[in-house]
């Protein structure tokens, strides 16, 4: 039915449209990741050219390629801002993604409310949690964050292909559920109002539509209030590699 399809694209579009809101604000952060890092909550490591590797330790200690760099206290205190702020602050882009998917499933217990069937439509949950799990699972490696080169620019070129991908999945559940909970209202009522599902479903979409522009709002400031912390990393990992040179080859951010 048109209808069942159009409300099918209303919801995924703006499900996916609030992670889009926030990842074209991402694409307005002015850094973007040179070298590959590896976040644990304590430690920084930094993969440069030709695997060489560059450890700060949860104790302030600086490896490169196993061996320990001497610091006076200056430098480590330094290093010790840095390791930290690296550990607060890039991981943030996964809670970013965790707050699209908790708004997403907010939309879809909309639609299941409008059928007075809180439980119709937890497959499409799934399906939307999957997509998210996979986009987050690419910068996850146990329980490390990861981001590797270009890993914003990269995000972004990907984006329209993976949308793609979950609009097609999101669709086939979207409709089965729909038509298993509409033939079972059928079963119960005795009959089906097309017309007054139809108007239902119209004021859920106005309803849906009002979500979004609410919603979007908060994620794009969010994700501006991300690149800001990043342009400040940024900036001190700068001041850092002038403190200790030895680091000049193990850049994070490109400006």
Same mark, same amino acid.
């Given at each position: 039915m048109k209808f069942v399809k159009a409300l099918s694209s209303s919801t995924l579009l703006l499900g996916l449209a609030l992670m889009s809101?926030?990842?074209?604000? =991402?694409?307005?952060?002015? *850094? &973007?990741?040179?070298? #590959?890092? !590896?976040? &644990? +909550?304590?430690? *920084?490591?930094? *993969? +440069?050219?030709?695997?060489?590797? *560059?450890?700060? &330790? /949860?104790?302030?200690?600086? !490896?490169?390629?196993?061996? /320990?760099? #001497?610091?006076?206290?200056?430098?480590?205190?330094?290093?010790?801002?840095?390791?930290?702020?690296?550990?607060? !602050? =890039?991981?943030?882009? /996964?809670?970013?993604?965790?707050? +699209?998917?908790?708004?997403? !499933?907010?939309i879809i217990d909309d639609v299941a409310a409008s059928f007075d069937n809180s439980e119709a439509f937890q497959n499409v949950k799934q399906v939307i949690t999957e997509f998210f799990n996979d986009v987050s699972s690419r910068y996850q490696q146990g329980d490390e964050f990861v981001l590797k080169s270009e890993a914003f620019s990269s995000f972004m070129d990907n984006w329209q292909q993976d949308f793609a991908k979950a609009r097609e999945s999101f669709d086939k559940e979207f409709f089965a559920s729909a038509f298993q909970v509409m033939q079972e209202k059928m079963q119960q009522d005795g009959s089906f109002n097309l017309t007054e599902l139809q108007n239902q479903w119209s004021e859920l979409q106005a309803q849906l539509a009002d979500t979004y522009q609410q919603q979007s709002k908060q994620l794009q400031q969010e994700a501006k209030d991300y690149c800001d912390s990043l342009d400040d990393v940024a900036t001190q990992e700068q001041e850092l590699q002038r403190k200790i040179p030895e680091l000049k080859d193990y850049q994070v951010f490109t400006i």
């Open positions: 809101s926030k990842a074209s604000a =991402l694409e307005a952060c002015r *850094v &973007d990741i040179k070298n #590959e890092v !590896h976040l &644990d +909550g304590q430690q *920084v490591e930094i *993969v +440069g050219e030709s695997n060489s590797k *560059v450890l700060i &330790d /949860k104790d302030n200690n600086l !490896h490169i390629n196993g061996k /320990k760099i #001497e610091l006076d206290q200056l430098q480590q205190d330094a290093l010790e801002a840095y390791r930290q702020n690296m550990n607060k !602050h =890039l991981p943030q882009a /996964k809670k970013l993604a965790e707050n +699209g998917l908790a708004l997403s !499933h907010d």
